[in-house]
T-cell receptor, first 114, second 113 residues
Framework: AQSVSQHNHHVILSEAASLELGCNYS??????LFWYVQYPGQHLQLLLKYFSGDPLVKGIKGFEAEFIKSKFSFNLRKPSVQWSDTAEYFCAVRPLGGYQKVTFGTGTKLQVIP | EAQVTQNPRYLITVTGKKLTVTCSQN?????MSWYRQDPGLGLRQIYY???????DKGDVPEGYKVSRKEKRNFPLILESPSPNQTSLYFCASSSQLARETQYFGPGTRLLVL
């Protein structure tokens, strides 16, 4: 079975700082990778996804993530965060061909200070 | 508007009193799932359904039941709730053509006393 690790549980940044949230997964085969965001009081929204091709994936609101197959990593980045990026971020993995068997990480709470 | 709805949004109940949380989607999606979200544990899949009358266990199915009699609805049933089922529950759906993109409902916050 697959698993996902997010090592940063709580990150506090000042506005304009750069962001990198770590995500590592374990699975022996090919996977699809996702980052979801949950703003306070709201439901999860898809931020970006990786299926194949270019390992650098660009998502909404200036976020991007890079898939490094050799490191089993899919880290989320943003060059300059805003106060409105305060949210909880979840990395998720789904084995190729799986019937919606999506495994989520434990989440990283990002707090951006104005 | 394309959406996933859940009812109720908030529920306080007592141990052992059967309850049902409804989930409905208006996008004609084949796939539907239930998750629970707990602090420090992230989201864990409870049950999922590939289509009408086709369901399977996720990672934490104990204490829950589901049914999929209609394509749009996927209710979550707690036959005898216990305090360890106090959690935030999310329903999600996706289409067969775009299974990777799940649409999440607004969540149901359940407290079992």
């Amino acid at each position: 079975a697959q698993s996902v690790s997010q090592h940063n549980h709580h990150v506090i940044l000042s506005e304009a700082a750069s962001l990198e949230l770590g995500c590592n997964y374990s699975y022996g085969g090919t996977v699809n990778l996702f980052w979801y965001v949950q703003y306070p009081g709201q439901h999860l929204q898809l931020l970006l996804k990786y299926f194949s091709g270019d390992p650098l994936v660009k998502g909404i609101k200036g976020f991007e993530a890079e898939f490094i197959k050799s490191k089993f990593s899919f880290n989320l980045r943003k060059p300059s965060v805003q106060w409105s990026d305060t949210a909880e971020y979840f990395c998720a993995v789904r084995p190729l061909g799986g019937y919606q068997k999506v495994t989520f990480g434990t989440g990283t709470k990002l707090q951006v200070i104005p | 508007e394309a959406q996933v709805t859940q009812n109720p949004r908030y529920l306080i109940t007592v141990t052992g009193k059967k309850l049902t949380v409804t989930c409905s989607q208006n996008m004609n999606h084949e796939y539907m799932s239930w998750y629970r979200q707990d602090p420090g544990l992230g989201l864990r899949q409870i049950y999922y359904s590939m289509n009408v009358e086709v369901t399977d266990k996720g990672d934490v199915p104990e204490g829950y039941k589901v049914s999929r009699k209609e394509k749009r609805n996927f209710p979550l049933i707690l036959e005898s709730p216990s305090p360890n089922q106090t959690s935030l529950y999310f329903c999600a759906s996706s289409s067969q053509l775009a299974r990777e993109t799940q649409y999440f409902g607004p969540g149901t916050r359940l407290l079992v006393l």
